[in-house]
Every structure is written in C-alpha cells, then in structure tokens.
C-alpha cells in the first residue's frame, strides 16, 4: 500500500504528510500479521481505521484512570490505570497485555525494548501499529480466519468484545474492499524468495578474526566459482587479530574480484534505525541480491539480542562470549509471511539460517553493510550518465566529470597506499611472531571492539608481548592525514 491509498482508505484524517509517516509502520503491521488477502488487509483498514479514528490517535482519549486496580490487567500496582492505559491504534490495554506483547515482539525478531518498563513507546506509530499486530495474531489468533470469512462482526467482537460502532465498521471495510490488492504491503504482488547458489563446504572462517574474509569469500565464490584464500583476503582488508576495522573496506576489494558489481557502504548510525534507514536496507539487499551478489553487514549482538532463526529454519546460531562483534553474509531474502533474510554466518553453528528482517536491522547500527548496486539479471538500470544528465543538466554534467576524475585518481592513489601498509602490516606480523611468539602475539577476543565504536581499536601496545603494532599507527595517521 501506498501513502495515497492509506489516506483514501482512512477518510484523509490527518494533515497532508501525516499518512507518508505512518505508511513504512502500517504496512510493516500487516506483514507482521499474516494480512497477506484482501480480505485481511480490508478488515484491518476498517477495525484500525474505525478505533483510531482515521489513524489519528495513538492512545485513548481517555487518561486510563478507570483502569486503576484492574488485577485481570494486571494493574497492581498504585498508577498502573494511566501508566498502561490503551496505546496504539487498536489501544493494547494494561500491565499483562504490555509484557505479553513485549515477550511476542522479542520473540519474533522485532525488537529488544520491553514495553512493560516503557509503555509510552507504544504511541510511536511504528511500535503502535505493532502491537496491533500482537492482538491481530497473538491475542486473537482466530481474527484472520475470520477475516477470511469476511465476518466482520466475529473480528468486531475478538477486538471490542461487542459490536460498539459496528456500522462505521462496516462502511469503511466496504470502502476498503473497493481498493483491492492496492491494499496489500507491496501491492498485490506474489510473494518472492530468492537465495543466491553458494558452496556451504567453505562457509566457515579459518581464524577467529577473519569473520570480515570468510564472508567476502562466500560471495565471490557464489558470483565467481572461484575460492579467494581468506588469508589473501584480510591482506586486502587490512584484516588482524582485532578483526577488521570498517565496512567501508570492503566495497574496494569486492568490486577487484567482481567487477560491474558497483559494491557500496551505508552506515546505520542510529540505534534503533529509523524507518527510513529500514526501508532502504531492504530495497539494498533485495537489488544486490536480485542482482546475483550477497551483501555483506556488520553486525552488534549483544546477549538479549543474539540472532534467532526464524520458520522454516528450526536451529538459531550458537553465539556465545558475551557481545558478539561480527561480519556475516545476507545471501538471500523473502518476503512472503513477513521479510525474511538468509544469512551465511562463519562463526557460529549451523552456519546458515533464516532470520527476521527486523532483527536483523536491530543488529546492525551502529556498523553498516555493503552491498552490489548493479543492475538486477536480465534487467536494465539508468547509466550514471543518464542520471547525472537528468539531476545537473548538460551545462553542470562537464564539471562534474572533471571532479570525478580528480576524485577517483585520488581514490587510487589512496588504494596504492593502503596496499602498500597492508603490506607492511603483513611483514610486522611476521616479525613479531618470531620476537614474541604467535600465541602471545594475538589479542584476547574479548578485547575486540571494547569501546563499542565504528571498529575496533586503531593504536594499541599488546598487554602480553608490549608489541606497538606500528602499521595501526600508520593507518591512523593516513586517515588524519586524508
């Protein structure tokens, strides 16, 4: 569903742009609950529609006062009636009702807040319209059949308890029903699962820090058929016992073995992403993919967010070692029954799993990914010619053909410098394993990453061997520098 057809549906409620920012949460609400007929996404318009008022309230209206002392939800304690008061647009009501949408929207993947200890997030449109999802599937999990049924006052019942307002209802399900799979998250269209081919023979890392390696080398044997050491690999990507340092490194040596495939980074700066920030990574990864390349992402998983597989895998990864800094491949997606990623881990068993887009892009801020903006297999793309002709006009397009030169000669002067301190990196390391010993020369795991930041850390006097890595020196010093 589009913003246009939102506001149409819901009796154009709000001001102009209101419905632009609740459409990326509304549509994310119907896929969370299974609305994937027109039936579905009908009745949801009407009884969402019909309770908010056109989307225009995202608690009741009401203070909750009368709530107070209700124990059958769970308001025990003095202030519980306005704490928990009705939230979202279907107004998810008391203590127990937050804690059980808070354990249903963790246990999908959704998010790690807990509701029960903020219950004013649920006025946020994207978590309100979640939590009409729980009571769509959760709380009444015969709503959707009934849907089916085109029983409006059965769903009218399972949400009011009666048939309060059951005339509005069913003037704006029957508006709605006119609309037809405009309605629908993305338009009507069949679901799509797409999961690149890639040898699981090689998924795994060979060391503990080359996480960043293991994963370029599962997409580039999958685009290519040919094997890249991972040791040649972290040569290229600067990779060392502290693993590796940014994403943005990784776009330079995936476009040298995949030409065309134009490998970008993004950062994902905010925590939790915005939905703007959502919307893109997953438009990012369903090109890259569709193009024939995995992405890959840098990933933040603390222990209350460690990945979890979702249907139709059954075994989640076995993270362990507190919170997991860590590089994997996303190799395919699905959209059908809810956006679902595929994703190649080198670090943990079973290797490959199913997860949750949603969890996925909790897991990613602060860090980013990369991913291919070539032109999907058998399709075309605007040049960036054409498009710079279209944005500048003919008389800008000239110098900003020059700039570019100048920008990419500095780029490849830059490429050679790297090269050369990767180089140095690797002798260093040869050096100070004959002085001190492989095993004293590495770094604890737990000493990755420690402040949280964009990598781990650049400058560092190795606490076992007093070994001043001197090529972390040079990098910091030529990113300064540059």
Known sequence: MDAQTLR?????????????????????????????????????AAQLGHESVGLKYM????????????????????????????????????????????????ANGHTTIDFEANPERLEEPHWGFLAASYYWVAARPQINSLCDRRDLEGVTRAINGGLNGLSDRRARYQRALTYGARLLPDGGKPPVEKVLDY???????????????A??????????????????????LGTTTNGT????????????????????SVEMPNDPPSGEQKERLWRDIVASIDAGYGVVANIVAPPSNYPRAVAPSTQSPAYRGGTVYHYIALMGYSDGGGRRVW????????????????????????????????????????TQEE??????????VGALNEAKLDSRAAVEKLDQVLTALTEIERRVHLVEDQLIGPEQSSWPVEQRNPNGGRGWPQLGVNDRGQWLTVVDFLRTLGRKVG
Not at 66 to 73: A, F, I, Q, T
Not at 251 to 264: D, F, T
Request: charged residues 20%.
């Open 59 to 106: 608690r009741e209206i009401a203070s909750g006062a009368e709530y107070e002392g209700r124990r059958d939800l769970g308001n025990i304690y003095p202030g519980d009636g306005v704490r928990y008061a009705g939230r979202g647009p279907i107004q998810l009501t008391g203590r127990n009702n937050y804690r059980a949408f808070t354990r249903w929207a963790q």
């Open 387 to 396: 498009d710079d002709m279209a944005l500048f006009g003919p008389d800008q």
């Open 245 to 264: 340092d940014w994403i943005g490194l990784f776009p330079a040596v995936l476009n040298r073995h995949l030409p065309g495939a134009g490998y970008r």
């Open 199 to 213: 040898s699981r023979d090689q998924v795994t890392q060979d060391t503990f820090y080359y996480c960043g390696p």
């Open 343 to 382: 994703v190649a881990d080198s670090g943990f068993t079973p290797y490959g799993y199913w997860i949750s887009f949603d969890q996925l892009a909790s897991l990613i801020p602060p860090k980013g990914y990369a991913y291919s903006t070539a032109p999907a297999r058998g399709s075309t793309r605007i």
């Open 215 to 236: 994963s370029s080398q599962t997409i580039i044997r999958s685009a290519t058929g040919r094997v890249i050491a991972e040791r040649d690999l972290a040569a290229q």
């Open 8 to 44: 149409e549906v819901m009796g154009s409620t709000l001001p102009d742009g209101g419905y632009t920012r609740l459409i990326d949460g509304y549509n994310n609400a119907m896929r969370a609950a299974n609305v994937t007929t027109v039936e579905r996404a009908a009745m949801f």
